[in-house]
């Protein structure tokens, strides 16, 4: 391995042991958590350089496997603390250190502790797992059994209202469950890697994009633009309701005439490394001249902003109001009406889990995705004319999917 290479992707890339799970891949989510030398770690942010020889590293794998549960994964999987799992074995890893040194926390304590250790997790909202901390606690210190956590049918044999675990909760406290980029370690050799080039502004015409120089760099297979896009480089959605103003079709899969926001994907540097990719992807010169930003809903709706999908009004749809009794009068006589304009704050979905897809034909010539999706059959059709490929020829496979709370549509 390289010294500046992290202690997560040699347990992961290297080792095969792919419980660590990496989110933000930043130090922020824990999810990647890891005990080293008897001390917790975030092994995304862990160089190895900084890993000595002889360095004790302690993952989920060594804690409990699916044949032998330890107690806290038992607790985790009675009270619900797996959702989507993405987080679990991050979360799993620092209980284990936490209960070493407090055998028996209190609900603040075991809070604080993820807190300072920042795990985090975006399904659950922490209350199930301070129970399930709790109660593996308590089995820990033998005041309950193992088999006091694992869940009994009643007699009647009735599931509904109880706490049946998920089918998935074995295998997402075991980190053997694998999301996106644990299955995209295990493809075959050769395999290329891809790399986003994205728009760094938020509003822009494009007047070019040259690929020459990251074609040249060693290990750069080819770059894709919107150029390589058989099909109408465009998909839809949600947003093709006949009361649009519009058809839908406005978001394009490579930009070609213009940046509609930042981070929209540009080309695809696709390398025989990850590593040749990115450069490449630096490399990638986009001409572009900037046009107003709008970055809130207001300002894209004011009378003077200009079209941002020509052709399509700003405003592209008028909610119905349904309206009861005129409030004028109600108003009228109120001791004190308060009037003002209220904006609230964004909501970003800020999902654990990264983006990771990949594709391939299969020997039939279909051209197979394996992707995150929440909307499998809408995503094949507007993906298929998007890309110029017959639907029949196209096949979609979701895979394992952290949270992603509606972003993924
Ligand atoms: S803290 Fe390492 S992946 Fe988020
Ligand atoms: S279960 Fe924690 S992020 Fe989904």
């Known amino acids: 391995c390289e010294p500046e290479e992290s202690l997560a992707n040699v347990l992961r890339a ?30 995304c942010s862990t160089k190895m350089k900084r890993v000595d020889n002889g360095t004790k590293i302690m993952t989920l794998e060594g804690i409990g496997t699916p044949d032998n549960l330890h107690p806290i994964q038992l607790a985790w999987i009675a009270y619900g603390g797996a959702q989507c799992g993405f987080c679990s074995p991050g979360f799993l890893v620092s209980t284990y250190a936490l209960l070493e040194s407090n055998p028996k926390p209190t609900r603040d304590e075991i809070r604080d502790w993820f807190q300072k250790n920042r795990n985090a997790c975006r399904c659950t909202g922490y209350k199930p797992l301070v129970d399930a901390v709790m109660a593996a606690a308590e089995v820990m210190r033998g005041e309950k059994t193992k088999d006091d956590l694992i869940f009994k049918i009643p007699e009647d044999g009735r599931i509904w209202n109880t706490n049946y675990p998920r089918p998935s909760a074995v295998a997402k406290v075991t980190g053997t469950w694998d999301f996106g980029a644990d299955v995209g370690l295990r493809l075959p050799p050769g395999t290329l890697q891809c790399e986003l080039v994205q728009a760094e502004v938020s509003h822009a015409k494009i007047l070019s994009i040259d690929t020459a120089a990251a074609e040249a760099v060693p290990g750069v297979y080819k770059v894709v633009t919107h150029k390589d896009v058989k099909g109408k480089n465009r998909i839809t959605g949600l ?18 005439e213009k940046i509609f926001q930042f981070g929209d994907a540009i080309a695809i540097v696709c390398a025989e490394t990850a590593e040749a990719a990115k450069a490449g992807a630096k490399l990638v010169k986009v001409e572009i001249e900037q046009l107003p930003e709008y970055m809130n809903a207001a300002s894209a709706m004011a009378d003077d902003a200009m079209e941002i999908h020509p052709g399509t009004p700003n405003v592209y749809y008028t909610q119905k109001i349904a309206k009861g009794a005129e409030t004028g009068p109600i108003f009228d ?29 299969d020997d039939d010539g279909k051209l197979c995705i394996h992707s995150k999706s929440i909307g499998l059959h809408l995503h094949l059709y507007m993906i298929a004319p998007g890309l110029g490929v017959e639907p029949e020829n196209l096949v979609l496979v979701q895979n394992p999917t952290g949270g992603t709370f509606g972003y993924k549509f």
Request: charged residues 20%.
């Open 333 to 361: 006589k109120a001791d004190v009406v308060v009037e003002g304009n209220y904006y609230t704050q964004r909501q970003p979905h800020m999902p654990i889990e990264p983006d990771v897809g990949f594709a391939y034909q």
């Open 239 to 256: 947003i093709t309701f006949p009361t649009n103003k519009g058809d839908g079709w406005d978001r394009p899969i490579l930009c070609d």
């Open 14 to 43: 290297n080792l095969g042991l792919t419980s660590v799970k990496v989110g933000c891949d930043t130090g922020m989510c824990g999810s990647c958590t890891v005990i080293k030398d008897g001390k917790l770690a975030r092994s």
